[in-house]
C-alpha cells in the first residue's frame, strides 16, 4: 500500500506581530516504512516556524499537493 506524507509547516507568531499562515504539503510515499522515516527527517521547531507531519494511506489517484489552510 502506498503512503503520503503530510507536512504541515506554520509561520508566524502573534509574539512578533505575524499572523500564523499554515501550508500542507502531500508527498507520496512507496510504503509506510519510508513515510515514517521521511517524517522523522522533517521534525523541528524554531520560534516562528513549526512542523508536524503524519502518515496517511495514499487515495486513489490522489497526487502530490502544497495547499495553504
Known sequence: MKFMLVVIITMGSPVIGEEKKTFELR???ENKETCEKSAR???FS???ISMDTRCEPQKDNEEPTIQST
Open 41 to 43: 527527517t522533517f521534525k
Open 46 to 48: 524554531l520560534p516562528v
Open 27 to 29: 508527498i507520496p510515499q
